[in-house]
């Protein structure tokens, strides 16, 4: 069974930092592309950025390019996002999740937790 435990959010001033981790267990992490995802309150769940199996190929929403740098660790089966110039738009509850595929960007499996981020104006 495929567990995912997402942390490092909490609450930050526009402008700031904050670098979130996904700890992923019961998959062969270092074979699957990963993703983030974020829920803003009374909004859909969207894609924010993916990482290759290998780490060497990334890719980010429109929002977040520029601002946030998604990376793995495969010997330790993590998955990072540091998202720097924080708006209060990014504001959200974050999730990541294994990829079906680079172009399809779909989750595969349950959702974590997740970790709130907060970004107040």
């Known amino acids: 069974q495929v567990q995912l435990v997402e942390s490092g959010g909490g609450l930050v001033q526009a402008g700031g930092s904050l670098r979130l981790s996904c700890a992923a267990s019961g998959l062969i992490f270092a074979s699957r592309i990963m993703g983030w995802f974020r829920q803003a309150p009374g909004k859909d769940r969207e894609f924010v950025a993916a990482v290759s199996a290998s780490g060497r190929n990334t890719a980010y929403a429109d929002s977040v390019k520029g601002r946030f740098t998604i990376s793995r660790d495969n010997a330790n089966n993590t998955v990072y996002l540091r998202m720097d110039s924080l708006k209060p738009e990014d504001t959200a509850v974050y999730y990541c999740?294994?990829?079906?595929?680079?172009?399809?960007?779909?989750?595969?499996?349950?959702w974590g937790q997740g970790t709130q981020v907060t970004v107040s104006s």
């Open positions: 999740n294994p990829l079906s595929g680079w172009s399809t960007r779909d989750p595969t499996v349950s």
